[in-house]
């Protein structure tokens, strides 16, 4: 079944959303927001559905990021994108059911911050991880949040302040990813760790999603709702924008 630009498949007791922009590297279009989003309602409303399955098509990219192509300079357009996006990548945390990224490439600035909420991510060995915002003069408005959680703060910060990409093996030894697999194997892996989920009691395995996730989207994502738009307003982000565009080193001030 197509969901904006997203094809979403129901094997049993688990769903499959599969990101289909490859030739964009699957970035945060307005597609693929939209056909998550959907698929994330169809999982709540499906009883029959005990977990969900995020992964990218294609060999190059889970999801490279957010889609900068409609990137404008000014107040009202900022606080509207980061009041979206925000509550956007939030809402795999909100889902009362497992979901496991599988990440069989690239997962870069908003593609990290979609496997990061989820439950587990299954690396392929080829995958690799970063927060780049900071080459177009911004920051990840939503790992800036949950990055420390899973990294601590030094590493957190190492990767928000370089923006330099970590390998599969790398992701896995700082709690990033669960476990690498070989990528031939990426999806089947999936599979069989979500019907282990899936067979467990339903109502066991959703208290415990919500206890462990207890708290979050509080004051934390207040803050970034009010901080991440003032970047947007600054020259570093015309140039570091343009510069990507252009395909150029950017030039801060």
């Not at 559905?49 to 990219?61: E, Q, S």
């Not at 990548?89 to 909420?117: Q, R």
């Amino acid at each position: 079944m197509r969901l904006g630009s997203v094809n979403y498949e129901k094997r049993g007791r688990v769903a499959v959303i599969t990101l289909d922009e490859p030739s964009k590297l699957n970035a945060l279009s307005a597609g693929i927001r939209q056909g998550i989003t959907e698929s994330l309602a169809k999982i709540e409303s499906d009883d029959e559905i005990r977990v969900g399955i995020v992964t990218g098509n294609g060999d190059k990219a889970f999801c490279a990021g957010g889609d900068i192509s409609g990137f404008d300079f000014n107040a009202a357009f900022a606080r509207n994108f980061i009041r979206d996006i925000l509550p956007f990548l939030h809402s795999p945390e909100k889902c009362s059911k497992p979901l496991i990224a599988a990440v069989n490439g690239l997962a870069l600035g908003g593609g990290l911050e979609l496997a990061i909420s989820c439950d587990f991510i299954l690396a392929s060995e080829r995958a690799k991880f970063g927060a780049p915002e900071i080459n177009l003069g911004l920051l990840p408005g939503f790992a800036v949040v949950r990055l420390q959680e899973l990294v601590g703060r030094p590493k957190a910060k190492e990767m928000s302040m370089l923006g330099e990409p970590i390998g599969a093996e790398e992701a896995c030894r700082i709690g990033i990813a669960l476990r690498v697999v070989p990528h031939d194997k990426l999806m089947e892996e999936a599979m069989a760790f979500a019907e282990k989920i899936a067979s467990k009691p339903r109502l066991a395995v959703g208290l415990a999603k919500s206890a462990y996730n207890r708290g979050l989207g509080g004051d934390d994502m207040l803050y970034a709702e009010d901080a991440m738009p003032f970047l947007f307003l600054t020259d570093d982000v015309r140039e570091g924008v343009s510069a990507f565009r252009e395909k150029r080193k950017p030039k801060f001030s």
